[in-house]
């Protein structure tokens, strides 16, 4: 009876174990996908009239490391610093999110960006499809690296440039 009994309490334990286990992995899930949403929230909200340090924390770590590739940047200021610069230079940015994947403490979120730059492609729409891999710490982003082809984004964008990559392409294919 008391190995039963005991058995049963064990089996009790187990149980009670498991849905606790089961519990917290529902509260990380969530918590990664509000981070996901914040995330995609911050960068359709963001442009040159609205972007504050504030917004930019809502999001990030202190700590934030940002990486592209054209860019490696620490620290928050640094990273309000270039997005200033950057949305004050595009007449348009959106961004439509497309799939994701997510752990307790990361993300993978692949993205298609249509911006406008006046000095690039006649001002007209540049669509660039990409990828943003970030790591969360604390319900903020701590590492955001940023993978996309730089030729679709500028340098076919650019008379000269777009001439030499053409010439290049085609010598490849």
Not at 33 to 57: H, P, Q, S, V, W
Not at 77 to 99: H, M, R
Not at 130 to 146: C, P, Q, W
Request: aromatic share 12%; charged share 20%.
């Amino acid at each position: 009876m008391t190995v039963t009994n005991q058995s049963s309490t064990q089996s009790s334990t187990q149980s009670s174990t498991q849905s606790s286990n089961q519990s917290n992995m529902k509260m990380a899930e969530n918590t990664i996908a509000n981070n996901i949403d914040g995330f995609k929230r911050l960068y359709n909200l963001m442009n040159r009239e609205n972007i504050t340090l504030d917004l930019i924390k809502s999001v990030y770590g202190d700590n934030i490391h940002f990486q592209d590739c054209f860019h490696s940047i620490d620290g928050i200021k640094s990273l309000y610093d270039y997005f200033d610069n950057l949305y004050s230079n595009v007449n348009f940015i959106q961004f439509n999110f497309i799939n994701q994947w997510h752990d307790d403490e990361s993300a993978m979120i692949t993205w298609e960006m249509t911006y406008k730059h006046p000095k690039l492609n006649q001002g007209k729409n540049i669509v660039v499809k990409g990828a943003s891999e970030l790591i969360f710490e604390d319900n903020k982003i701590i590492k955001h690296r940023d993978y996309f082809d730089a030729g679709s984004l500028l340098y076919e964008h650019i008379p000269l440039l777009k001439r030499i990559i053409l010439f290049l392409k085609n010598r490849m294919a």
